[in-house]
């Protein structure tokens, strides 16, 4: 790729019609919390997912490009390219939100691919192949744990039924939603599952906000993802005996709240890391019968555990279920595993395109890692594969606070488009 910058595709970036397409989207499911801030709180596969869908399509269809939808939900918007037959370079992000999340996460990775997919429209920009968008079904695992199904069954991860008897906290299976929200779906043209006829993906390209403090701190315009670190995720059941908070001794109790308080403390000194590298955290807490005067016969608790040396995600995870063994006093445990991303480094060329597209539109840039994980970890086996990221305001994410200025968006599909063209003319 040319050092060049393509003036008239990076102009056709409209970056008002851009920001007023994420006010738009971040309407549904819109919400503002205590302290003022405006969140989002879109579930997968709710009527509020099939909203934002709906609007994403009617934007896409008066683009002129063609919508379809495969059996997990993954929704696609595609640009023709003079020679259909190539295979397409894919990008795109989710638009289902954290229960208390932010405007951008996610979302800001499908609207952006849409707004660079228009700005070559526009410009007049052919591309030898195929451009197509993705909406991924489920990235953030909010109501349906674990994340990012869409994309591990594109990618052939995972079996597309594998997550068929997960429920939500209603009790609603995932199959039975995800056949409700195809069948309101079914004047969408549907595709085949993942990689169609052996063809893969020529290259996958994600634009997304930062979720860390760095671009900001370093004033950064464009982050150049090298990679994502890893991720396991579990759950942990501890199953004692409920009974009456006055009247029986603490000798005679099978208390499944001590018990988790012993195991989250063995835990805490099983994921000591003095260089702060590590991430564990327990955050997600269920307690039964769940009153103040009964004890508890039943706890169950999540844990996400990250760590960029798959060795050590490897040793520290295989020993999560020993320690808390070792530590419980009365309980019995279970502990189930329900995510396991190891990490990845992204082959060079996509993010050799994006550093290249920042260096030539002039960007301020830097290389670095993913602390989060997103749908590109699953693309890595199947095509070149990588990021963009934009900066966020101190950092934060998955909380109403979250915020991008429109600048910084506007720049991250700037580069994206270039990026896109770059790789659909190889
Ligand atoms: C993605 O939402 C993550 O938790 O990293
Ligand atoms: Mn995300
Ligand atoms: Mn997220």
Redesign the pocket.
Known sequence: MPDAVAPNLVAAVDAARHWRDMMAMAEIGGFIDEAGHPGVNRPCLSPLDRQARRLLISWAEKAGLGVSVDRLGNLFLRHEGSAPGLAPVLTGSHMDS?PNGGRF??IWGVIAGLEAVRALREAGVATKRPIEVVAWTN???GRYAP?CMGSMAYAGFAPPDTWDDVTDRDGIRWADALAEQLALEADIARRPLGVVEGQAPFAYVEAHIE?GPLLEAKEMDIGVVTGIQG?RWFVVELKGKSDHAGTTPLAMRKDAVQDMLRAINALNALMHDPKDVLRFTVASIEVQPNTSNSVAGLVRFTI?F?HPDNAVLQARGNAIEGVIQAAVRDCAVKVTERFHAVPVTFQPEVPDAVEAAARAQGLRHMRLPS????DSQFMVPLCPTGMIFVPCRAGVS?HPSEYATPEALAAGARVLAQVLADLANR
């Open positions: 954290q996460d996610g990235e953030e695992g994340g979720q991720s996400d990250r602390g989060a994980f997103h998955h």
